[in-house]
């Protein structure tokens, strides 16, 4: 199994609501990651998880809140959220050694912010 | 902080050869790798190369210059699914923080 899954795919979500995306890979990769995509952007890195601790935030706003409940599972918690944030939102994961080479992407989520 | 510079856009004919240029700038250099994305897909992983050479994976080769801080990714016998955007990628760092270029978006013409 060499896949990463994403739910929910499309998500809408006005200002003040709070909602959640979720990440499962059944790869044992080790680390795994949530990267922001605007529309012909290159994916932007917000947070990596190595064994199930965070590792890198790259200085992402608070409204943006990730967890790692076990070694298969990534979720990024939404909270009052800005329209500029609409954007997709993938997760991937690879095995993240020095000379691990692939990194699987998920579907992603397409968020929408009103 | 890391830097990846690539052409915005490049075009070729079905058939043809044509090469994707990736200039970095980084601190604790691991790796680059490429990854291909079709319109509304995921990003896919096409080769990565951690040591200077070619690395050749069918119909795509990939090539690293460390001390250039280069690399490029070729695409032979070009075909119209490869229209897509093309991203080169650093592991820098850590070994964990994979960083994406600006991306060059491919068109292949008939």
């Known amino acids: 199994d060499t896949e990463v899954t994403q739910t929910p795919k499309h998500l809408v979500m006005g200002m003040t609501n709070k909602k959640s995306l979720k990440c499962e890979q059944h790869?044992?990769?080790?680390?795994m990651y949530w990267y922001k995509q605007k529309a012909k952007k290159p994916p932007e890195l917000m947070f990596v998880?190595?064994?199930?601790?965070?590792?890198i935030n790259e200085s992402v706003p608070s409204r943006f809140s990730p967890e790692c409940p076990n070694s298969s599972l990534l979720n990024l918690h939404l909270h009052a959220l800005q329209p500029e944030d609409s954007a997709l939102y993938l997760c991937?994961?690879?095995?993240?050694?020095?000379?691990?080479?692939?990194?699987?992407f998920g579907q992603g989520t397409r968020l929408t912010v009103v | 902080g890391q830097s990846l510079e690539q052409p915005s856009e490049v075009t070729a004919v079905e058939g043809a050869i044509v090469q994707i240029n990736c200039t970095y700038q980084?601190?604790?250099?691991?790796?680059l790798s490429w990854y291909q994305q079709h319109d509304g897909g995921a990003p896919t992983f096409l080769s990565y190369?951690?040591?200077?050479g070619l690395e050749e994976t069918g119909r795509f080769s990939s090539f690293l210059s460390r001390s250039d801080s280069y690399g490029y990714l070729l695409l032979q016998e070009l075909q119209m699914k490869d229209s897509a955007s093309y991203f080169c990628?650093?592991?820098?760092?850590?070994?964990?923080?994979?960083?994406f270029g600006s991306g060059t978006r491919l068109l292949v013409r008939p």
């Open positions: 991937a994961s690879s095995q993240g050694s020095e000379r691990g080479t692939e990194a699987f």
């Open positions: 790869m044992g990769h080790r680390a």
């Open positions: 998880y190595s064994y199930e601790k965070l590792s």
């Open positions: 980084t601190s604790g250099f691991y790796g």
């Open positions: 190369n951690a040591l200077d």
């Open positions: 990628a650093v592991k820098a760092g850590s070994s964990y923080k994979l960083i």
